[in-house]
């Protein structure tokens, strides 16, 4: 469900948010600021990432996203995302949450359904039964969705050449169509799930996409926290 600054309301938050988009939105830019945000007002702030935010993570990324030995097939990418995912919730995301810290994750769920679903061709509802498995019911206040042309995500990855290697390469390849349906798809997701989606216009400066996102982190702030537990 789409929401506005002005029509998002939480009655209480987990204190789990994400990030989402096509390549080079700017969402781990973002998640900085979003992070100095929390902690000025005191919070504690876990910013964590899918794939590879945990220790058995790192290694299913490089398997997914660098494939030292073979690349995965289609159905078995689907399940190294899924299985960091499950491990992402039991060990970052419920227990971050459970203590009350703010968990903000650079993508979630919603890039397989993009990714693997729209990008892909696999079929939605196998989708949704894997992903179902993976997060045990654990669903974030907010998405925050950097909508953006693909074509300039992927100019600014690229041009990001001093920076470290972040192992999109399998993705980065793909075809200027297939990042088109992944940001049709995004989109779509966030007219039909049920969780509230920030769009935001990811074309504009870094201080505008965070003036944008402001109100909707104050909204949250304002929320009485209930524990999602580990
Ligand atoms: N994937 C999947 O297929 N299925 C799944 O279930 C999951 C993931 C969870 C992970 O790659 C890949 O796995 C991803 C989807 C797939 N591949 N793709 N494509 P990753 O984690 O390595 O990369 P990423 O998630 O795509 O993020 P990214 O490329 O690092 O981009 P970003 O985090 O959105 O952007 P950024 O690093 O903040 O900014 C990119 C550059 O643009 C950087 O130089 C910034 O300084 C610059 N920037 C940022 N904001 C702006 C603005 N507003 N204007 C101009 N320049 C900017």
Redesign the pocket.
């Known amino acids: 469900m789409r929401v506005t600054s002005n029509s998002f309301a939480p009655r209480s938050a987990s204190g789990f948010i994400v990030?989402e988009?096509?390549?080079?939105?700017?969402?781990?830019?973002?998640?900085?600021r979003i992070a100095e945000f929390f902690k000025t007002n005191a919070q504690e702030v876990i910013t964590t990432?899918?794939?590879?935010a945990t220790a058995l993570g790192k290694t299913l990324?490089s398997l997914?996203?660098e494939h030292p030995q073979e690349a995965p097939c289609e159905m078995a990418?689907?399940f190294i995302?899924?299985a960091?995912?499950a491990q992402h919730v039991e060990k970052i995301i419920r227990p971050g949450t459970a203590r009350g810290a703010w968990v903000i994750s650079?993508?979630?769920?919603?890039?397989?359904?993009?990714?693997?679903g729209y990008?892909?061709g696999i079929n939605q509802n196998t989708i949704n039964q894997i992903n179902a498995l993976a997060i045990a019911e654990t669903r974030p206040d907010l998405v925050i969705l950097?909508d953006l042309d693909p074509a300039?995500?992927l100019q600014?990855?690229q041009?990001?050449q001093h920076?470290p290697v972040?192992?999109?390469d399998?993705?980065?390849k793909?075809t200027l169509a297939f990042?088109t349906r992944?940001r049709e798809g995004f989109l779509s997701m966030a007219d039909s799930m049920q969780e509230a989606f920030a769009v935001i216009d990811?074309?504009?400066?870094?201080q505008?996409?965070f003036d944008a996102t402001l109100p909707y982190l104050q909204a949250l702030l304002k929320a009485p926290r209930v524990g999602v537990g580990a």
């Open positions: 990030l988009g096509v390549n080079g939105a700017g969402k781990t830019t973002l998640q900085n990432r899918e794939p590879g990324r997914v996203l990418e689907l995302f899924a960091d995912r650079d993508r979630y769920f919603y890039s397989t359904v993009a990714f693997q990008g892909r950097l300039t995500g600014r990855t041009r990001r920076e972040t192992g999109t399998t993705f980065e793909e990042h992944i990811a074309a504009q400066n870094q505008h996409i």
